[in-house]
């Protein structure tokens, strides 16, 4: 993927190189907080869960900076909306807001959206592996040169149970698809909503 697939594929991995021509671990690094899918996790797209008002509505408090926003969440009437969102522990579909240990902004979701757009909804391992870069270098977000090496050095070295290949490989390092894509965290959730959760 475009942001991803850059910072996974190349680029300096940081803290100089170890003895051997092996890289040393950033300092952000976390192994002990990374966090893996279960295996039963699945990506599934257009669930018609969420009407276009709902969207509208969700769009317009995630935009305002609020992404708990609880009127929307705790309104009995966006009851199903709202699990496809956020979504729930009895369901092992993907949901727009699945954030690690508390970040509140990266492309877990848009993994998920790509995959639906691409028609390669089989491809979990590719959020799998999102999830376990972005978890793993949590402690540096905010400073890109030290989150992006971080998530290089994750992809190629801390994440190397989860392989992807054939198409999978091929979404994950290709340009984001302009359904799934946006500026901020806040416009990439929003596409992602329409797309897994909408129609």
Not at 64 to 86: K, V
Request: with cysteine; glycine share 12%; hydrophobic share 35%.
């Amino acid at each position: 993927m475009g942001g991803i697939g850059g910072a996974l594929g190349g680029g300096a991995l940081g803290g100089g190189a170890s003895e051997g021509g092996a890289p040393s671990t950033p300092e952000c690094y976390r192994e002990q907080d990374i966090v893996y899918l279960s295996g039963d996790h699945q990506i599934v797209g257009h669930r018609d869960l969420c009407s276009a008002d709902q969207l509208a509505a969700i769009a317009d408090c995630w935009q305002s900076g609020d992404i708990d926003c609880p009127t929307f969440f705790t309104n009995a009437a966006n009851a199903e909306c709202g699990a496809c969102l956020r979504g729930t522990t009895s369901s092992a579909v993907i949901p727009v807001l699945m954030w690690a240990s508390g970040l509140d902004a990266y492309y877990v979701e848009v993994v998920a959206c790509e995959a639906v757009a691409s028609e390669l909804e089989q491809c979990i391992d590719a959020v799998s592996l999102e999830l376990c870069r972005v978890s793993a270098c949590e402690t540096c977000y905010g400073e890109m040169d030290k989150y992006q090496a971080c998530l290089s050095f994750a992809g190629q070295y801390g994440c190397p149970a989860i392989e992807l290949t054939g198409d999978c490989a091929t979404m994950f390092f290709g340009p984001i698809p302009t359904e799934c894509d946006g500026p901020s965290a806040p416009s990439r959730a929003i596409q992602a909503a329409q797309l897994l959760c909408g129609k």
